[in-house]
């Protein structure tokens, strides 16, 4: 099941499901923070594939196999949890994202660095901060980028 209010996430969500041909429900969702939208995807093996990288939110982990992987699939996987998760704050000029897993947040810095793209890690609450500053914004706008064009656009006005 994932979440979001971005049309472009859900729909490439649904383009996703769509290509493997696999089932899937859509489902408004109010979970106290905001207005969202679910997609829940029907696969055993898709949920079999996904449980390398955590099965809960605060176990979250970035799967083994990645961090032998090459720079492209390391960038699409960056690149996705980004656009899903990630936002580009102007006021703060940072890009940041949150996670209630301690270990995606440190596992997410590890693969941006092979990028030379080098955080800050905080913790609000009980959430986990993984914050790019402003010195690199230009550096992931290059190497990893947004495809979700509100994003892209923030990005760009802040690297430029």
């Not at 055993?44 to 996904?50: D, G, R």
């Not at 998760?85 to 590890?110: C, F, H, Q, T, W």
């Amino acid at each position: 099941s994932i979440s979001n209010v971005d049309e472009n996430v859900l729909s490439k969500i649904r383009a996703f499901a769509d290509k493997l041909s696999l089932n899937y429900g859509k489902y408004d969702n109010n979970n106290g923070f905001a207005e969202s939208h679910d997609i829940r995807i029907y696969s055993s093996t898709l949920a079999e594939f996904l449980s390398n990288f955590g099965t809960s939110s605060n176990n979250k982990k970035i799967a083994d196999f990645v961090f032998g992987a090459n720079k492209e699939f390391v960038r699409g996987l960056l690149r996705g949890y980004f656009d899903g998760d990630g936002n580009v704050n102007p006021e703060k000029k940072v890009i940041r994202a949150y996670s209630s897993s301690k270990r995606l947040i440190d596992d997410m810095a590890l693969l941006l660095s092979r990028f030379n793209i080098f955080t800050i890690k905080t913790t609000m609450k009980e959430q986990y901060g993984l914050i790019i500053p402003h010195r690199y914004a230009k550096i992931y706008m290059d190497e990893i980028g947004f495809t979700i064009p509100k994003k892209a656009e923030k990005l760009k006005a802040k690297a430029s």
